[in-house]
């Protein structure tokens, strides 16, 4: 446990006058855990980074991402996952064909490594495979290497996303070890991701049903400042699916108003991400940005705003914020059981959508670009109710989200622009 400074119980007895409080996260030393943290009660849960490689969506019946564990290392080690394109799972492979490596798209929970190759002009790819309306299953098309932490490399060819069951293959570069697992989304219910681990080859249920930030390492483009992007794995925070971020810089963090704001919450996964603090590299001290706050509206509607105030590196892990909850707004916490329809699909920007029955509540038209920018926000009173809205949008080409919102449930539908 963290021994407080004298400055930081001075900082603690004067949060609790304004209802504030100080929280400590730790991914542990030397980074070794992910750390799930829920806002409203302050709690923690923390899984070993090395538990697992590979993560597959839960949400919905219709995302199909599909990530590798980018944060996990033994010795410095990390997983690598590498595109071999359109070819028979029992085709000859060697390191040599190891050239076009691929990461998660950390902005979004819905792009994951092996969605990494999605065409965002065709609504039936998913990057890994395509939809095949008929059978209602994404039949995957592409082959992938992953080398393990301990230097094996297997060979990886997701079968197929049929009804809410992934079916994957895995075997050695030669063949040998053949192995085939399947893992149901029913069997996870109320998370987002489950996972599976090579080590033990088997499905894993690790995550927390309520958490709202992630603590963790993750595999982001950086500049080297040579004029090269490179990927890097930084020490961040990802926001969970649903909640939202609205970032405030050059302010008073005591007096910063939440209302000025507002226009700048986005639901990208990382919205907070790991530049809120900095490293001096002449005596490696870690700081964090003073001057910056981030207000977080969770899942169930509840504002509040987060100050960072320590950073203590891989030492420790420990992450101290002062955290102060300023109100509740409404928001969404559960999949709406209802069923909408977007036409023209794919289109040109202007499209109908259709409501299958009425909505007795207000709602709202969220649309999102693929990695989780908010482009639209339209609001509707249950009065309005009507079976058809037309939507005229000035969109490029490409990929969106489309989140229909009323009261505490939503329903996400993609569509194309062409």
């Known amino acids: 446990m963290k021994i407080l400074t004298l400055t930081s119980i001075l900082i603690s007895l004067i949060s609790i006058a304004y209802s504030q409080t100080i929280d400590q996260v730790t991914v542990s030393p030397s980074y070794s855990s992910y750390t799930y943290y829920d806002l409203e009660t302050g709690e923690t849960i923390s899984i070993d980074a090395d538990s697992w490689d590979l993560s597959f969506s839960t949400f919905g019946f219709q995302d199909a991402a599909i990530s590798i564990n980018e944060g996990s290392a033994n010795m410095?080690?990390?997983?690598?996952?590498?595109?071999?394109?359109?070819?028979?799972?029992?085709?000859?492979?060697?390191?040599?064909?190891?050239?076009?490596?691929?990461?998660?798209?950390?902005?979004?929970?819905?792009?994951?490594?092996?969605?990494?190759?999605?065409?965002?002009?065709?609504?039936?790819?998913?990057?890994?495979?395509?939809?095949?309306?008929?059978?209602?299953?994404?039949?995957?098309?592409?082959?992938?290497?992953?080398?393990?932490?301990?230097?094996?490399?297997?060979?990886?060819?997701?079968?197929?996303?049929?009804?809410?069951?992934?079916?994957?293959?895995?075997?050695?570069?030669?063949?040998?070890?053949?192995?085939?697992?399947?893992?149901?989304?029913?069997?996870?219910?109320?998370?987002?991701?489950?996972?599976?681990?090579f080590n033990t080859e088997s499905a894993l249920d690790l995550e927390p049903e309520n958490w709202d930030l992630q603590f963790t390492r993750y595999s982001t483009p950086i500049d080297d400042g040579a004029g090269n992007i490179l990927n890097y794995v930084v020490t961040g925070i990802l926001s969970s699916e649903g909640v939202e971020v609205a970032q405030a810089?050059?302010?008073?963090?005591?007096?910063?108003?939440?209302?000025?704001?507002?226009?700048?919450?986005?639901?990208?996964?990382?919205?907070?991400?790991?530049?809120?603090?900095?490293?001096?590299?002449?005596?490696?001290?870690?700081?964090?940005?003073?001057?910056?706050?981030?207000?977080?509206?969770?899942?169930?509607?509840?504002?509040?705003?987060?100050?960072?105030?320590?950073?203590?590196?891989?030492?420790?892990?420990?992450?101290?914020?002062?955290?102060?909850?300023?109100?509740?707004?409404?928001?969404?916490?559960?999949?709406?059981?209802?069923?909408?329809?977007?036409?023209?699909?794919?289109?040109?920007?202007?499209?109908?959508?259709?409501?299958g029955a009425p909505i007795n509540s207000n709602y709202a038209v969220n649309v999102y670009s693929i990695d989780g920018t908010l482009l639209m926000n339209k609001r509707f009173n249950a009065s309005d109710y009507s079976e058809i809205i037309e939507l005229d949008l000035k969109l490029n080409s490409g990929s969106y989200f489309l989140k229909l919102e009323s009261k505490d449930k939503f329903i996400v539908e993609r569509f194309i622009v062409r």
Do not use: C
């Open 76 to 197: 410095g080690v990390e997983l690598e996952l590498y595109l071999l394109g359109d070819m028979d799972f029992d085709a000859n492979v060697t390191e040599n064909d190891l050239t076009e490596r691929v990461y998660n798209q950390e902005r979004s929970w819905h792009n994951g490594a092996f969605n990494s190759s999605l065409d965002s002009s065709n609504i039936s790819d998913f990057g890994w495979g395509i939809y095949d309306f008929p059978s209602m299953t994404v039949v995957g098309n592409k082959l992938f290497v992953l080398k393990l932490r301990n230097g094996e490399l297997k060979k990886i060819k997701i079968e197929s996303l049929a009804g809410t069951i992934y079916n994957m293959t895995y075997a050695n570069l030669d063949g040998t070890q053949k192995k085939s697992i399947s893992i149901d989304k029913k069997d996870y219910e109320g998370k987002q991701r489950a996972y599976f681990s």
């Open 249 to 355: 810089d050059g302010i008073d963090p005591a007096s910063v108003n939440e209302f000025d704001y507002s226009d700048l919450y986005e639901s990208a996964s990382d919205a907070i991400g790991y530049d809120w603090k900095e490293i001096d590299i002449s005596n490696f001290q870690w700081s964090v940005v003073s001057d910056r706050i981030y207000f977080v509206k969770t899942i169930s509607g509840t504002i509040y705003k987060l100050h960072f105030l320590d950073f203590e590196g891989a030492s420790t892990g420990i992450t101290t914020i002062e955290k102060t909850e300023i109100g509740t707004t409404s928001n969404n916490n559960e999949i709406l059981d209802y069923e909408i329809s977007l036409f023209p699909n794919p289109n040109n920007g202007t499209f109908n959508i259709e409501l």
